[in-house]
C-alpha cells in the first residue's frame, strides 16, 4: 500500500540558510499535517491543510511557512535556519473522519 | 492549552503483559489516540478510543474513562520487538477540520527476555 512519502530523508544546511521539506500524502486522503520531533521529544504539531486550505496552526516558528498544492502534495518552508531546528519533520496524512494519522518516514534535518 | 502526563520508562518481560497510563488535561476532549515509534522510525497508529471502554485490536487494547480523565494502553504477550516509544496523544482543538494531535511525552518501553 501506498505510504507518506517524504523528500529528502536527510538535510544539511548552515545556520540562517534556507530549507524546504515535500510531502507526498497518501492518494485520496484530503488532510496533511507537519510535526517536528526533537531528539528524545515528543511529536510537536506545526500546521495542517484540509483541501488545500491551511486549517490548523501549532508552534510553527514565523520562519516557517508551508502550503498545500493542486496535487495534495505539500511543502514546509523554513527560512534563517537556527541550529535549534534541528529535528526529525514528520509529514502525516489522514482522510477526514479518520481517527488515526499515518505519518512519513521523516526528513532529518541538521542545521551546523 | 492540553497536557498529557505518561510514565518516561516502563520495563517489562517477554511474554508478560504490560499497561502504560496516560492522564490528560485538556480544554476540549476528542478523544484519545496512541502511537508506537521506534528509535529513528516513524510514529504508527495503534488505537483511538473516543468513548468510555476498551478498544482491543490483536495483541493491543487501549482503556478510557472520560470522567477521571485517564486511558491506557495494554500490550499483551509482549515480543522484542514491543520495544518502543509509546505516545499518546489528543486532538489540540475543536474537532472540527484538520486538528494537530498533541501528544504526551512518551514511554520507553523496554523488554526483556
Known amino acids: 500500500a501506498a505510504g507518506v512519502i517524504q523528500s529528502p530523508r536527510h538535510l544539511i544546511k548552515e545556520k540562517r540558510e534556507t530549507a524546504t521539506l515535500k510531502c507526498y500524502p497518501i492518494?485520496?486522503?484530503?488532510?496533511v499535517y507537519w510535526y517536528q520531533q526533537g531528539p528524545g521529544q515528543d511529536p510537536q504539531f506545526l500546521i495542517s491543510f484540509y483541501e488545500k486550505m491551511q486549517s490548523d496552526k501549532g508552534s510553527i516558528p514565523d520562519r516557517f511557512s508551508a502550503q498545500q498544492f493542486s496535487d495534495y502534495h505539500s511543502e514546509l518552508n523554513m527560512s534563517s535556519l537556527e541550529l535549534g531546528d534541528s529535528a526529525l519533520y514528520f509529514c502525516?496524512?489522514?482522510?477526514?473522519?479518520?481517527?488515526?494519522?499515518?505519518f512519513g518516514s521523516g526528513t532529518r534535518l541538521t542545521v551546523v | 492549552g492540553q497536557s498529557l502526563e505518561q510514565p518516561s520508562e516502563v520495563t517489562a518481560v517477554e511474554g508478560a503483559i504490560v499497561q502504560i497510563n496516560c492522564t490528560y488535561q485538556t480544554s476540549g476532549f476528542y478523544g484519545l489516540s496512541w502511537y508506537q515509534q521506534h528509535d529513528g522510525g516513524a510514529p504508527t497508529f495503534l488505537s483511538y478510543?473516543?468513548?468510555?471502554g476498551l478498544e482491543e485490536t490483536g495483541r493491543f487494547s487501549s482503556f478510557l474513562s472520560r470522567s477521571d480523565s485517564y486511558g491506557y494502553l495494554l500490550l499483551q504477550e509482549l515480543q522484542m520487538k514491543d520495544s518502543a516509544s509509546y505516545f499518546c496523544a489528543v486532538r489540540d482543538s475543536s474537532g472540527g477540520g484538520a486538528d494537530g494531535l498533541t501528544f504526551g511525552k512518551g514511554t520507553h518501553l523496554i523488554i526483556q527476555p
Open positions: 502525516a496524512s489522514s482522510s477526514q473522519g479518520a481517527y488515526g494519522y499515518t
Open positions: 478510543n473516543g468513548l468510555d
Open positions: 492518494p485520496r486522503h484530503d488532510t
